[in-house]
């Protein structure tokens, strides 16, 4: 079982910057993607950034690229998404998510694909 806890949400203004932790704890060790999510209030939920825990390889979806960058700690076993240059359309619950399975292509993106969520931490971005 594995057990994820996000953190660093909060409210900021358009151009805005924030630093999103998600630290996993628990039986690690099958993990082989870990990565984002995000829900805004009537949106379905949507992946916004990858990472394969054991090469590092990363996935990013096009509303986020250049803005958002996925890294990992492994000592930590900590996940962290660096949002940059935020949008009004950034506002949302953030997630993180975790998975044993070997996800390729538009796997990454699919919410089913993932075994393990977190609570979720929020987002607001003001214009």
């Known amino acids: 079982q594995v057990s994820l806890v996000e953190s660093g949400g909060g409210s900021v203004q358009a151009g805005g910057s924030l630093r999103l932790s998600c630290a996993a704890s628990g039986y690690m060790y099958n993990v082989k993607w870990m990565g984002w999510f995000r829900q805004a209030p009537g949106k379905e939920r949507e992946g916004v950034a990858f990472?394969?825990?054991?090469?590092?390889?990363?996935d990013y979806a096009d509303s986020v690229k250049g803005r958002f960058t996925i890294s990992q700690d492994n000592a930590k076993n900590t996940v962290y998404l660096q949002v940059n240059s935020l949008k009004p359309e950034d506002t949302a619950m953030y997630y993180c998510?975790?998975?044993?399975?070997?996800?390729?292509?538009?796997?990454?993106?699919?919410?089913?694909?993932?075994?393990?969520w977190g609570q979720g931490t929020q987002v607001t971005v003001s214009s």
């Open positions: 998510a975790a998975t044993t399975s070997p996800l390729y292509g538009a796997l990454l993106y699919s919410a089913s694909s993932y075994n393990y």
């Open positions: 990472i394969y825990t054991r090469g590092g390889s990363t």
